[in-house]
């Protein structure tokens, strides 16, 4: 999560105000183009604060084109004179405020009135939850294989389409993926075939190497032979995920055992962290390694949703064992059922043929978690006007 960015090319200012900025959950980046990258990766940016040493015409471009693209984004500029002229042209692009530099207070207050007006227009623009502009993307894990991953994040994918929302499936378990076993699709269609349009991948050039599934969902498998998923770049899978953000509500990825960089990638700009774990010890002890490294990569503990799959297996395990051995509390229990592997046999979800099932109602309910809840950011300290956003 990025809800606020601060560009400062000049380092000497960076050195003295970086550290109190990132106190409150500020980014701060160098450069425009830094910015360029930063924000389609960050959907949820409210606040651009521009140092002073920022191009005044790169600013204004920025903000003027921003106003169109991304209208819930506050830009505040700072700079070393203020000339009338140049309010004036401030204005006329769109910058919310523009502040002498050695104004503190006056850069406090500017940074409050536009956050808050950013939040008022948010919630006027989306109105509900499910209107929103981007796709919520749902990364599930777990340190091991056979988890029930794929069965979990095939089933939510069917489970979310189910509302008549957009949803994409995407299996990022690009050397061994079973998403399309699981869905019954032929992986003709595939991640591989996007590669020759890296840098350049648009909506058609998307549409074409996704496949549809009757339940209305879409499915974006991994490549037929190991090799080909090797050539899948990190940058490649951020580009995709920006493209495909606007086409959909929900974006769900599957991901293999090994925490890969594309599966790093996902997680970066992932909405929900669902660990998925079995009463057995190796599982639980890889995902709590794993829950520690998302700790260290500042992933909030509000997103994350664990799942307890096989849960009612006679192993010697309690739900509480398994709870305090992962470190978290289960979101949802899946029960273990011998219709799982008949339905992954078929390729036929069991949310889809048996929407009554003990299974297929436990990932409802995770589908319910991941569409119906909305977390609101703890107000934890206070500084320059902005709380810090959860963690
Ligand atoms: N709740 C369950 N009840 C019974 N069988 C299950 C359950 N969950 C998963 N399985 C079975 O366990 C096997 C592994 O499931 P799945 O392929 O979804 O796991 P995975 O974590 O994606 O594994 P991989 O590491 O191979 O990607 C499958 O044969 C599936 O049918
Ligand atoms: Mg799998």
């Not at 005044?56 to 920025?62: D, H, I, Q, V």
Request: aromatic fraction near 6%; proline fraction near 7%; hydrophobic fraction near 40%.
């Amino acid at each position: 999560m990025s809800l606020y960015v601060y560009v400062e090319p000049d380092e000497a200012r960076r050195t003295e105000v970086g550290p109190a900025f990132r106190e409150v959950g500020c980014t701060m980046l160098t450069s425009m183009a830094d910015l360029e990258t930063h924000l389609p990766r960050y959907p949820e940016t409210i606040l651009v604060i521009l140092g002073a040493t920022v191009d005044l015409g790169e600013a204004l471009m920025f903000t003027a084109y921003q106003r169109l693209q991304r209208p819930l984004i506050g830009v505040v500029l700072i700079r070393r004179v203020i000339e009338p002229q140049v309010v004036l042209e401030c204005l006329r692009s769109g910058v919310r405020e523009i502040v002498d530099e050695a104004d503190n207070d006056g850069l406090r207050a500017a940074t409050v009135r536009s956050v808050d007006l950013s939040k008022a227009l948010s919630s006027t623009l989306r109105g509900t939850a499910e209107q929103a502009p981007y796709a919520r993307v749902i990364t599930l894990f777990a340190g091991k294989g056979g988890c029930g991953r794929s069965m979990v994040a095939a089933n939510l994918a069917v489970a979310l389409a189910g509302g008549a929302r957009r949803v994409l499936l995407i299996d990022l378990d690009l050397q061994f993926g079973d998403v399309a076993i699981m869905l019954r699709l032929s992986p003709d269609r595939n991640i591989a075939g996007g590669l020759s349009m890296s840098g350049r991948l648009d909506e058609p050039g998307l549409r074409s190497i996704i496949s549809s599934h009757r339940t209305g969902l879409d499915a974006l498998l991994a490549p037929p032979s190991p090799a080909e998923g090797e050539r899948v770049s990190r940058e490649f899978i951020v580009e995709l995920l920006d493209v495909a953000r606007p086409l959909y509500d929900y974006i769900v990825v599957d991901t293999p055992a090994v925490v890969t960089d594309q599966v790093l990638a996902a997680l970066d700009m992932s909405d929900w962290f669902i660990p998925i774990v079995t009463p057995d010890l190796p599982t639980l002890k890889s995902v709590r390694l794993t829950s520690e490294m998302f700790d260290l990569l500042d992933y909030p503990k509000e997103r994350r949703l664990l799942v307890f799959n096989r849960a009612n297996t006679q192993v010697g395990l309690t739900p509480q064992d398994v709870e305090e051995a992962v470190g978290m509390p289960f979101a949802v229990q899946v029960p273990s059922s011998r219709d799982v592997p008949v339905s992954v046999n078929q390729g036929e979800p069991l949310t889809m043929t048996d929407p009554m099932h003990p299974v297929s109602r436990a990932i409802r309910e995770l589908a319910d978690r991941c569409s119906g809840v909305t977390t609101e950011p703890v107000k934890e300290r206070k500084f320059f006007g902005i709380r810090r956003p959860a963690k």
